[in-house]
C-alpha cells in the first residue's frame, strides 16, 4: 500500500505564507502525478493545483499567481508553496498522489488532509 503524510498547515494572517508538504511512501515502482485538492465546510472538494511527472504544473483559477506547486521526485514529495493568503483560502487541504506498483497496477492515495486557517 501507500501512504501520505502531510505537514505544514496552520494558522496564518490574511497576506501571509505557508508551505505544505506531502511525502509518499510504501510499494511504489514510480509516480505520474501529484496534486493538491482542498475542501470547505458545506462546498465540494476541488483542485488547487496538480504538477505531472514532467513537471508542468496546472492551478485552479482561485489560486493562479498566488499558489506554486513543486516536487522532489528523489524524495517522493510533492510541495505547494501559498503566498498571498486569503480567508477564502481556509479549507482542509488533501495530498492526492497516482502512479503505479507495479508495471499492472496502479495507485490512487490520499492524505489525511491537514486544516488551513486564515484570519486575523
Known amino acids: 500500500q501507500v501512504q501520505l503524510v502531510e505537514s505544514g498547515g496552520g494558522l496564518v494572517q490574511p497576506g501571509g505564507s505557508l508551505r505544505l508538504s506531502c511525502t509518499a511512501s510504501?510499494?511504489?515502482?514510480?509516480?505520474?502525478?501529484m496534486g493538491w485538492f482542498r475542501q470547505a465546510p458545506g462546498k465540494q472538494r476541488e483542485l488547487v493545483a496538480i504538477?505531472?511527472?514532467?513537471?508542468?504544473?496546472h492551478y485552479g483559477d482561485s489560486v493562479k499567481g498566488r499558489f506554486t506547486i513543486s516536487r522532489d521526485n528523489a524524495k517522493n514529495t510533492v510541495y505547494l508553496q501559498m503566498n498571498s493568503l486569503k480567508p477564502e483560502d481556509t479549507a482542509v487541504y488533501y495530498c492526492?498522489?497516482?502512479?503505479?506498483?507495479?508495471?499492472?497496477?496502479?495507485?490512487?492515495?490520499w492524505g489525511q488532509g491537514t486544516q488551513v486557517t486564515v484570519s486575523s
Open positions: 492526492n498522489v497516482n502512479g503505479h506498483i507495479d508495471y499492472a497496477r496502479s495507485f490512487s492515495s
Open positions: 510504501g510499494s511504489i515502482l514510480s509516480i505520474d502525478d
Open positions: 504538477i505531472i511527472s514532467g513537471g508542468s504544473s
